[in-house]
C-alpha cells in the first residue's frame, strides 16, 4: 500500500513538471480560444455591432448563402491545384535532394529554407513588382522583342496560383525529402536486380514507400492554402476570394464578429476532414511533424 | 492522447491564419507619458518631437490600420490605457454613442480658431463636442490622361465599359457600394432593400472594369501603370501626381464620398490636461503646416494651410476645392440588417 503512494507520487511530480507547461499552453493557447470561437459563432451583434451573448442559428444560415458557397469552392479549387503542383515540382526536388551527395544536399536544402527567412508578405510584393505590367518580366520580355505590348500577368487565379505554390512549396518538400532519405536504396538496386524498369521501380517501389511524404506535404499545403487571403489581395487583386478573406473581413469592416466565428469554424470543419480522410489513406500523423 | 494532440496542432496551423489579420500591440507606461494610438503613416515624427520639447510630456505613440482595429483595442484594454484616439468619422459617431468618449474643454482649445470652418461642427459630431478634425479625404477620381482621352467628369462614367479591367478602387465595401449609389442618385448610406436592390445592380456591373482592389497604396498600381483610373483618397492621388505629371485628379460631380480623421480622447484618460493640450498644440498652424508637407491630405487647419504655400493650395489633389467638398457625403452607421445586404453586395462583386 505505501510502496504504491510512494510510486504515484514519484511519477505525478516529473509528470506535472514535463506534460504541465504544454498541457498549460494548450489549454490557454488552444482549447479555451476555440471554445471561445465555437460560442462566439453562436452569438448576435447589438446596435453598435458588439457580440451579444444572445443565441441564434443565423450565423451558420448565411454561411449557406451562394455566394459564400462558391468562394469555398473557389478555395478548395486553388488548394486543390496548389497541392498537385507543388507535387509534381516538389517530388523530383526532394528525390534529387536526398539522393545528393551530402555536400551538395546541404545547399540545395538550404535553397529551399532560406527564402523562408524573408517575410512571406515581402516576397509576395516582391512578384507584384516583376509581374506589373511595366514590370521587369514584362521590361525583359519587350527588350528581347518577343512582345509588342504589355502582357496582364497580375490579378488574376493564375497568380493567386503562383503566389500559393510560391509560399508553400517548402512545407511539401520537407516531408517529401524526409521520406524519400529513408527510402532504402538496396531495394530500389533489388528491384532492379530482378528486372523491372525504371518506371515500374517508381510505381510499385519507390512511390508506395514514400507515399506518407506525398500525403503529409498535401496536408501542409492544402490546409494554409485556404486561409492565405494576403496572396489573394495582393497577387489577385482582390478578385477572387478564399475563405481567409471572408473570415478577415467579418473581423475587419463587416464588423461582424460571431459571423467571422462561424466562418472560422467552417474552415476548422474542413481542415478536420482534411486530417481524417489523410488518416484513412494511412497518413502518419507524425509525418505532419507532430 | 498523442492523437488528439495532433489534431491540436492541426487546429493552430488553422487557428494561425485566421489571426494573421488581427495584430497590434501597444506599450502603456503611467506618469507624464502620455499614450497616443494613431493611423499608421499618418502624424509626423517631427511634430511629436516637437510638442515633447515644448512641453515635456513624452509621448508614446502607437499605430492602428483600421478604425476597427483601433475600437477592438480601446475597448478590450483597461480604461485608460490610451489618453488619445484618432477614429474617423462613422467611427466617432459610433464611439459616441456608446459613451466611450470624454467631452473636450473648449475653453483649452486656444487654436480652435485655425480651423475651417468647412469642416467644424460635423454631422457625426454637432458642435464638435468630442472631436476636433485633424486630416481627411475625397474618393476621388485619378485619371492617366496619357491612356484616357476622354473626359471624366463623375462616378458614373467610371462605369462606362470601354474601361474594362483599368479600374483600381479601394477595397472598402462602405466606399465602393456608396460610390456606386452615389453615381445613379442615391447616397452613401441607404438602407432601403429596394433602393439596395438598384445599388446592387449598379455595384456589380463595376466588376468587369475593377481590375484591383487595394487600401493601402492605389497608387502604386496607378503610378506602375497597372490601372488608368482610380477611385482612392484625395491624397493617394497627389501622391501618384508627383511621380506621373500624366495623372490628374477629378472630383464627381455627384459629390465626393468624404472623411475625416479626428483627435478623441477615450473615456477614462488618465491625462485630461496633457491630452487636450497635445490636442491644441495639434492644431497650432505650424504644426498644422509641419504635417501638411508630410502628408498631403485634406487639411481642415486652414491657418496650416496658408503657412503651405502656392504648391499646395494650388493643388486640387492636397486641398480639394471647396465646392467639392460642399457637396461630399460621409459614410454614416447603419442598421445590422443593411449591414448583411451591404456584405452580400460585396461578397458578390469580389468572389
Redesign the interface.
Known amino acids: 500500500m505505501t510502496k504504491s503512494k510512494h510510486s504515484l507520487r514519484a511519477n505525478t511530480i516529473p509528470a506535472i513538471t514535463t506534460v504541465g507547461p504544454i498541457t498549460l499552453w494548450?489549454l490557454f493557447?488552444?482549447?479555451i480560444?476555440?471554445v471561445y470561437v465555437l460560442v462566439m459563432s453562436f452569438c448576435s451583434?447589438d446596435?453598435?455591432?458588439?457580440v451579444s451573448y444572445h443565441f441564434t442559428l443565423d450565423n451558420y444560415k448565411?454561411l449557406f448563402?451562394t455566394?459564400?458557397l462558391?468562394?469555398y469552392a473557389?478555395s478548395l479549387f486553388i488548394a486543390f491545384f496548389t497541392t498537385v503542383i507543388c507535387i509534381l515540382l516538389g517530388y523530383p526536388f526532394a528525390y534529387f535532394i536526398a539522393r545528393a551527395v551530402s555536400k551538395r544536399k546541404a545547399i540545395l536544402y538550404m535553397l529551399v529554407i532560406v527564402p523562408f527567412w524573408t517575410n512571406s508578405l515581402i516576397r509576395i510584393y516582391g512578384w507584384r513588382?516583376f509581374l506589373?505590367?511595366?514590370?521587369w518580366l514584362n521590361t525583359i520580355l519587350m527588350k528581347l522583342n518577343l512582345i509588342n505590348t504589355?502582357v496582364?500577368f497580375?490579378?488574376n487565379r493564375g497568380t493567386i496560383l503562383l503566389g500559393m505554390v510560391y509560399c508553400l512549396f517548402p512545407f511539401m518538400v520537407i516531408p517529401l525529402y524526409t521520406a524519400i532519405e529513408k527510402l532504402d536504396q538496396n531495394l530500389i538496386e533489388a528491384s532492379n536486380d530482378l528486372g523491372a524498369r525504371g518506371i515500374y521501380t517508381f510505381s510499385h517501389v519507390i512511390l508506395p514507400l514514400t507515399i506518407s511524404g506525398v500525403f503529409a506535404g498535401s496536408?501542409m499545403v492544402f490546409?494554409?492554402c485556404?486561409?492565405?487571403?494576403?496572396v489573394s489581395?495582393i497577387l489577385g487583386?482582390?478578385?477572387?476570394?478564399v475563405i481567409?478573406?471572408?473570415?478577415?473581413?467579418q473581423?475587419?469592416?463587416?464588423?461582424?464578429w460571431p459571423l467571422g466565428a462561424a466562418l472560422?469554424i467552417i474552415?476548422?470543419l474542413m481542415?478536420?476532414l482534411l486530417?481524417r480522410i489523410y488518416q484513412k489513406l494511412g497518413g502518419d500523423?507524425e509525418s505532419?511533424?507532430? | 492522447m498523442k492523437k488528439i494532440t495532433s489534431c491540436l496542432f492541426i487546429l493552430v496551423l488553422a487557428l494561425s491564419t485566421i489571426l494573421a489579420g488581427c495584430g497590434g500591440s501597444s506599450k502603456t507606461e503611467s506618469g507624464t507619458t502620455l499614450n497616443v494610438y494613431v493611423w499608421t503613416e499618418y502624424v509626423p515624427e517631427s511634430v511629436v518631437e516637437d510638442f515633447e520639447k515644448k512641453t515635456g510630456i513624452k509621448v508614446n505613440l502607437s499605430t492602428y490600420s483600421s478604425n476597427e482595429d483601433m475600437l477592438a483595442k480601446v475597448k478590450s484594454e483597461s480604461e485608460g490605457a490610451y489618453d488619445i484616439v484618432q477614429p474617423s468619422d462613422y467611427m466617432v459617431a459610433l464611439m459616441i454613442a456608446q459613451d466611450m468618449c470624454e467631452k473636450l474643454d473648449k475653453d483649452k482649445l486656444t487654436n480652435i480658431g485655425n480651423m475651417d470652418d468647412a469642416y467644424m461642427n460635423p454631422s457625426y459630431d454637432p458642435g464638435n463636442e468630442y472631436s476636433i478634425p485633424y486630416l481627411g479625404g475625397a474618393g476621388a477620381i485619378a485619371v492617366n490622361t496619357d491612356i484616357i482621352k476622354d473626359t471624366i467628369t463623375s462616378y458614373a462614367d467610371l462605369f462606362k465599359p470601354e474601361y474594362a479591367n483599368q479600374l483600381v478602387v479601394l477595397d472598402d465595401f462602405r466606399a465602393v457600394i456608396g460610390m456606386a449609389a452615389k453615381s445613379i442618385g442615391y447616397g452613401m448610406n441607404e438602407t432601403d432593400p429596394a433602393i439596395l436592390e438598384k445599388v446592387k445592380e449598379k455595384t456589380l456591373s463595376l466588376k468587369n472594369n475593377i481590375k484591383l482592389y487595394d487600401s493601402d497604396s492605389p497608387k502604386s498600381a496607378l503610378i506602375a501603370g497597372d490601372c488608368t483610373l482610380a477611385y482612392c483618397w484625395s491624397a493617394e492621388v497627389a501622391l501618384a501626381m508627383e511621380e506621373n505629371e500624366a495623372i490628374q485628379v477629378v472630383y464627381p460631380k455627384e459629390g465626393p464620398y468624404l472623411f475625416l480623421d479626428n483627435w478623441v480622447i477615450p473615456k477614462g484618460c488618465k491625462n485630461y490636461d496633457a491630452a487636450m493640450e497635445f490636442i491644441n498644440f495639434m492644431m497650432d498652424a505650424e504644426s498644422a503646416k509641419m504635417v501638411g508637407e508630410e502628408f498631403p491630405y485634406l487639411n481642415p487647419n486652414k491657418a496650416g494651410v496658408a503657412l503651405l504655400g502656392d504648391d499646395f493650395i494650388n493643388n486640387p489633389a492636397k486641398n480639394p476645392p471647396s465646392d467639392a467638398i460642399a457637396k461630399g457625403e460621409f459614410v454614416d452607421n447603419i442598421d445590422t440588417d443593411s449591414l448583411a445586404i451591404y456584405d452580400q453586395i460585396w461578397t458578390e462583386l469580389k468572389k
Open positions: 494548450l493557447l488552444v482549447a480560444p476555440l451583434i446596435e453598435f455591432y458588439n448565411r448563402d455566394n459564400y462558391q468562394i473557389q513588382s506589373g505590367t511595366n514590370g504589355p496582364e497580375l490579378y496536408i490546409i494554409p485556404l486561409g492565405f487571403f494576403f489581395d487583386g482582390g478578385n477572387s476570394d481567409g478573406n471572408l473570415i478577415e473581413r473581423f475587419q469592416s463587416g464588423n461582424n472560422s474552415l476548422i481542415t478536420l486530417v500523423m505532419l511533424g507532430v
